[in-house]
């Protein structure tokens, strides 16, 4: 891969059910599926450059194939298996020498030392149209008690086949143009990478990642406006849980907004639960029915803690609609 798409994976930790550790990427990745993540990489690069990884030419097979397999699948491949069973079958016509080393450059099972998973995916959870992992949220786009923005690597599979072209190739050219020390270009460029809907994060040790940017909406809580009784401490609650954490977000769809409406779950627990229960929200009843939500709510305000202090506490959608009537 080119120096100028190196999005380096920083590394983290966290302890495996044997006790062992697992090397973790900001995006994520874990030492399972970095193959997965490097062959989506590689053929971002490959689209661009036309260029194949060093070490991979003596391989014939086709890139393009690959890229365009790659695109039609739905979702596109997150596990070694998924990506191994594309590759076998898309290259399915290639010498076998040349499909069996491309999966061992990637780490990815070969046909006689692993059970391909030819199946459908597994399916998400009802009204769930797909999920993703963040990187760590930033406490600057936390909005206020029920809304936050965050950024997915787009070395997730599920983002590296759909990054839009001009994304792509203002990327290449922002990396190239800080490597020769042309700031104002590079600056120039990533202005247009973040009109677009992205960002190129730094973390430490000054690597780079390119991230796509999604604003959720938490599904079935309505938490105070910033500008009500309130607000600032619902906005501060779920500061305290989602910072500098990366989140599991399902999402059921968009709101009229453009916002994407969402479950988020936060290390193994459920935010929206976590605001109810504290009293920094509502439950918005108008649109989700859960019945877990009206029980956490029932919680709080038996409990009095939170917004439930106050005897009668405004509804924020009547605060909301009589700003629109001007009241």
Not at 232 to 249: F, H, N, W
């Amino acid at each position: 891969m080119g120096n100028a798409l190196r999005f380096l994976y920083g590394q983290c930790c966290k302890p495996t059910a044997a006790g062992d550790t697992e090397v973790l990427g900001h995006h994520g990745v874990s030492s399972a599926t970095v193959g997965v993540s490097a062959l989506a990489q590689d053929l971002f690069h490959f689209e661009i450059t036309s260029q194949v990884p060093e070490g991979l030419g003596k391989h014939v097979v086709s890139y393009r194939k690959l890229i365009e397999a790659w695109r039609e699948a739905k979702p596109p491949p997150k596990t070694p298996e998924e990506a191994a069973t594309l590759i076998i079958r898309t290259l399915k016509k290639h010498h076998k020498a040349d499909v069996e080393g491309l999966l061992a450059f990637y780490g990815l099972p070969l046909p006689h030392t692993a059970k391909l998973n030819v199946g459908a995916p597994i399916s998400l959870p009802p009204g769930i149209k797909y999920e993703f992992e963040t990187l760590p949220v930033d406490v600057k786009a936390i909005a206020d008690g029920d809304t936050v923005t965050v950024y997915v690597s787009t070395t997730n599979p599920r983002e590296s086949s759909c990054i839009p072209s001009d994304v792509r190739m203002a990327a290449v050219q922002r990396s190239e143009a800080r490597a020769k020390k042309n700031y104002a270009e590079a600056d120039a460029l990533h202005k247009r990478i973040v009109d677009s809907g992205y960002r190129v994060l730094n973390f430490q040790n000054n690597e780079e990642i390119l991230a796509r940017k999604y604003r959720i909406r938490l599904k079935g809580i309505d938490a105070p406006e910033s500008a009500m009784p309130y607000g600032k401490e619902a906005k501060e609650g779920l500061t305290k849980i989602v910072q500098g954490k990366s989140l599991r977000v399902l999402v059921y769809g968009e709101d009229r907004y453009g916002r994407c409406v969402g479950d988020l779950h936060c290390n193994g627990k459920f935010v929206q639960e976590l605001m109810l229960k504290k009293g920094f929200a509502w439950h918005y009843t108008a649109y989700d029915q859960r019945s877990e939500l009206a029980k956490w709510e029932k919680e709080a305000r038996a409990k009095r803690v939170g917004l439930w202090a106050s005897s009668n506490p405004e509804k924020p959608w009547e605060w909301r609609k009589n700003k629109r009537e001007g009241r």
